[in-house]
């Protein structure tokens, strides 16, 4: 094999690749990425059995041929060449190849290509369309409430439910819910599946144009998604994903709205004693105008005062501090609207007149 091509395009396009190659594996092949010289094209793929990107980049090809370089050793060496065009060369070992750029040489030892995994081809026929900029933000605003245990690897990845001209994306971890909803042009059958977080927190990574959009297909274990000039694959994760539509309050008795830079802001000052090691809830109160905010640990008390509009009875209530935090600092509107049904029953956040984004929190017990 031998192939020339743009130094930092290559560059570019293997620091994407690096992403997902696995690290730590028995299988040195994976932890590599692999290079297919042919026709006017040098095609790079990388796989860790569980997410796999394919791309390519045009390249004057000399000579087709294939090997799996290490994916660390590669970007490292293609990030500091110093010529704007580098050629890549099988030497007389067909395993030993040569990288050039200006005066700068480097000889590695490649793995062959026929080690490597082959990438699943997932194509249902009839794509889901979605704008990358929508899909981007959708995916920001739930995945922080994904479970990070593997106690039901279902809930480590977020649910997509489609239906006719929408889409919702749904993460859960036992303590709080976030669903995002958003309307598409799609016109096909009713599909619903769980992709893994980091497959699809690498997928929005990827898609760097705003302005793009995003085609997904979905198979029976595998999914795929075009993204710009690349394919992405991943594995879908299997098991009975939580039903959480019963765990969402119809309405609530109690309805606040609240300015939601305050309220952030509130929650970080009274947070300031609480740590890892003394955890304890947040204790709000809302009554009449205003969310009294408070917390005590052994270190010591914080209290804060916002103003607020309440409609019906006061509710005294405790939470952790990090998942209301977290569910605030992704709404992404001035004032939120807050309904509860009392101290024991979940606290439901949404925007002020719509339902495109729904956030749901488990109180905790307070102390009397």
Do not use: W
């Amino acid at each position: 094999m031998r192939v020339i091509c743009d130094t930092q395009k290559l560059s570019e396009v293997c620091q994407i690749m690096q992403k997902v190659v696995s690290t730590k594996s028995t299988i040195p092949a994976i932890e590599g990425i692999l290079l297919k010289a042919l026709g006017n094209e040098l095609i790079l793929s990388a796989y860790d059995l569980e997410v796999g990107i394919n791309t390519s980049i045009t390249a004057k090809i000399e000579e087709p041929g294939s090997i799996v370089l290490n994916a660390k050793t590669l970007c490292d060496i293609l990030r500091h060449l110093p010529g704007e065009t580098v050629s890549i060369s099988s030497e007389d070992d067909r395993l030993k190849y040569k990288i050039k750029s200006g005066e700068a040489e480097f000889s590695l030892m490649g793995i062959s290509a026929t080690d490597f995994p082959e990438i699943p081809n997932v194509d249902s026929g009839f794509p889901i369309v979605v704008d990358s900029k929508i899909l981007k933000e959708m995916v920001s605003q739930t995945i922080f409430a994904v479970a990070t245990n593997d106690s039901k690897v279902i809930h480590t990845g977020i649910k997509f439910e489609i239906s006719e001209k929408k889409i919702k994306l749904v993460a859960l971890d036992g303590f709080r819910l976030a669903i995002r909803t958003e309307n598409i042009d799609y016109s096909g059958k009713d599909v619903s599946f769980v992709v893994p977080a980091k497959s699809i927190d690498e997928v929005v990574k990827t898609a760097s144009d705003p302005d793009s959009v995003i085609a997904i297909n979905v198979g029976k274990r595998h999914i795929s998604f075009e993204v710009e000039n690349y394919t992405i694959v991943s594995r879908l994760l299997e098991g009975e994903f939580l039903n959480y539509t019963t765990a969402i309050p119809l309405s609530g008795t109690t309805i606040a709205r609240v300015d939601t830079k305050t309220f952030i802001k509130s929650i970080e000052r009274t947070s300031l004693i609480i740590t890892d090691k003394f955890k304890s809830p947040l204790r709000c109160i809302f009554d009449t105008d205003s969310i009294k905010i408070s917390s005590v640990t052994s270190v010591g008390t914080a209290n804060d005062k916002i103003p607020a509009k309440i409609d019906g009875g006061r509710v005294e209530i405790g939470f952790n501090n990090r998942y209301i935090f977290d569910a605030l600092k992704n709404c992404n509107v001035d004032e939120v609207r807050i309904e509860l049904n009392g101290p024991t029953s979940p606290i439901v956040i949404l925007p002020p007149e719509n339902d495109n984004f729904l956030y749901l929190v488990l109180p905790m017990r307070l102390k009397a």
